[in-house]
C-alpha cells in the first residue's frame, strides 16, 4: 500500500492492505509462520496472534489436531485490536485447543487498556537476529535497525526501564527444529475439506496428484512438497519445550513484563523478486512466537525507514498474558503515533 511495486506481505496480505487502505476497519489473519505480524507491519497497521487457546479456528485450514495456525486480529490501532479480540475469544468444543484458554482472557481486553503501562514495566530487548533468511550485512536490514535504535529510546521515554540485550541460550539452533507432523497435517486437512458440502479433494495427496497443483505458485509446491517426519516432529517438540523454559527463564532472572524485538528485520520484498529468481519470499520475519505457539505476540508500527518503508516492534510475552502485551503496545502507540494513513489511499 505504501510502495504498490511491493508485496503485501504474504497469506493474509490481503487482509492487511485492505484495512491500511481503509477499505475495512479491520481484519483477522491467520498466522502460522508470521502470517499477521508481518503484513500487518509492512502495511502499517497494527496486529496480534493470541496465545494458542483463546480464538476458535474451527473451519479454518489448518485447524486442529494442527496447533501452530492462529487466527488474530489486525487493526490500524491497537484499541480496534483489543475490541476485536473482545468478540474472538472463548471456548468451541470443535476446536478442542480453546480449552486452554478457559479463565485466561480478562472481562474486556479494551476496558483493560492503559496508556500508561509502559510506565516502570521491564522491557527486554532481544537483538539476535532469527528472520526468516535475514541478510544481517545488508543496507535494507541497517534501515530497520536505525528504526528499531529509535523505537527503544521511545520505549525508554515513555517510562520502560529497558534491559538491552537479553541473550536465550541456543535460540538460533533450536528455531531450526521447527518440523510438522504429517499426519496431524493430514488429519487437519481432511476435517477442513469434510467441511464443505462439495469439496473438490479430499485428502492432501488428491491435491498434489492434480493437474492443478502443478499452476500453484512455488511456494506453495515447496511447502506441500516438503517431507517431515515423525522423529524431526518428536526433536521439535523436545526444542519447543526447551525454548519455551529458557525464554521464561530470562523472562524470570531479569523480571521482564515482555520482550521486545523488531517486528521484520527487512521491509517489504518486491513483487517481482518474489515471482521470479531468486523468489525472495517473508524475508526477515521472526517466528520465535509460532516456534513456541502458547506465547502472545503484538505488533506495532515503529516508524518509517529513511526510503520510507514502515517498520514495526513485536511486544512479546509469556503464555497468555496477551492484555499485558496489548497494554504495553497501546501505551507505546499512544506515545509515539506512528501509523499514517498511505498517500495511495489517503
Not at 94 to 121: E, K
Request: proline residues 6%.
Amino acid at each position: 500500500v505504501y510502495d504498490l511495486d511491493c508485496t503485501a506481505g504474504g497469506s493474509s496480505g490481503g487482509t492487511a492492505a485492505a484495512v491500511s487502505a481503509n477499505f475495512g476497519a479491520a481484519g483477522i489473519g491467520q498466522e502460522g509462520l508470521a502470517s499477521i505480524r508481518r503484513p500487518s507491519i509492512w502495511n502499517g497497521i497494527a496486529g496480534m496472534r493470541p496465545t494458542a487457546g483463546l480464538v476458535s479456528r474451527d473451519g479454518v485450514y489448518a485447524g486442529w489436531p494442527s496447533i501452530n495456525g492462529s487466527l488474530g486480529p489486525m487493526a490500524r490501532d491497537i484499541t480496534d485490536l483489543a475490541r476485536l479480540l473482545d468478540c474472538m475469544v472463548g471456548y468451541d468444543p470443535n476446536d478442542p485447543i480453546t480449552a486452554r484458554g478457559v479463565g485466561q482472557a480478562p472481562d474486556s481486553f479494551t476496558a483493560a487498556l492503559d496508556m500508561d503501562a509502559l510506565s516502570g514495566a521491564r522491557i527486554g530487548i532481544l537483538r539476535e537476529i532469527m528472520g526468516f533468511h535475514t541478510d544481517s550485512r545488508s543496507e535494507d536490514f541497517n534501515k530497520v535497525t536505525v528504526v528499531f535504535e529509535k523505537s527503544i529510546n521511545e520505549l525508554r521515554e515513555s517510562g520502560a526501564e529497558i534491559i538491552d540485550n537479553i541473550m536465550i541460550p541456543e535460540l538460533a539452533d533450536l528455531l531450526t527444529k521447527r518440523a510438522s507432523d504429517p499426519e496431524e497435517v493430514g488429519e487437519s486437512f481432511r476435517a477442513y475439506m469434510a467441511g464443505s458440502a462439495n469439496a473438490p479433494f479430499a485428502t492432501r495427496e488428491e491435491v498434489m496428484a492434480s493437474p492443478l497443483f502443478a499452476k500453484t505458485s512455488r511456494g506453495v509446491r515447496r511447502r506441500w512438497g516438503s517431507k517431515s517426519s515423525k522423529e524431526a516432529h518428536h526433536n521439535y517438540l523436545k526444542a519447543r519445550e526447551l525454548l519455551m523454559t529458557r525464554f521464561l527463564v530470562v523472562m524470570a532472572d531479569h523480571n521482564l513484563d515482555a520482550v521486545v524485538h523488531k517486528a521484520v528485520e527487512h521491509t517489504p520484498t518486491l513483487i517481482k523478486d518474489g515471482i521470479n529468481p531468486p523468489y525472495v519470499d517473508q524475508k526477515g520475519a521472526p517466528s520465535i512466537n509460532t516456534f513456541l505457539v502458547f506465547v502472545p505476540s503484538v505488533v506495532v508500527p515503529s516508524g518509517f525507514t529513511s526510503n520510507d518503508r514502515p517498520t514495526g516492534i513485536t511486544f512479546l510475552g509469556r503464555p497468555y498474558d496477551d492484555s499485558n502485551m496489548l497494554n504495553l503496545a497501546y501505551a507505546y502507540e499512544q506515545a509515539t503515533h506512528h501509523r499514517r494513513a498511505p498517500a495511495s489511499t489517503p
